[in-house]
């Protein structure tokens, strides 16, 4: 094979080329505003997973716990705001957060819920929350 080009950049022939797969399903021509999480995007092809005989084996498994662990959360929570930058993994190959410190504000318990956990604690603050 003899010398190429990709997006107008020569990649001479015998060049090493790294896939880089922080960058999947980040290049805006295909998805709108690739910095923002938005939890109801919804593209076509997505691959954060993998795609084809090369996808992810724990992608249900993954996906069922953020569900999860959502709809567990979320009722018991009146707002959360991240309380300090978050640090980023800065390898070339997995893209992500480190840690993301924030602080939970509690939902106020629903009448009759026997619930007093909001009751007892003005608010909660984690580490490593992705």
């Not at 999860?68 to 190959?93: D, G």
Request: proline share 8%; with cysteine.
């Amino acid at each position: 094979m003899g010398d190429s080009q990709v997006a107008g950049v020569g990649i001479p022939a015998g060049s090493p080329v790294p896939l880089l797969l922080g960058s999947a399903s980040r290049d805006a021509r295909y998805v709108e505003n690739p910095d923002h999480f938005d939890m109801d995007r919804r593209q076509r092809g997505s691959i954060p997973f993998g795609h084809g005989i090369h996808f992810c084996l724990g992608a249900a498994l993954a996906r069922a716990e953020a569900r999860i662990a959502l709809a567990e959360l979320l009722p018991h929570v009146r707002a959360m705001r991240v309380t300090q930058k978050p640090t980023w993994n800065l390898s070339l190959t997995v893209r992500g957060p480190v840690t993301c410190k924030m602080e939970f504000e509690p939902a106020s318990p629903r009448p009759g819920s026997g619930c007093c956990w909001a009751r007892a604690h003005r608010s909660h603050t984690a580490a490593g929350v992705a």
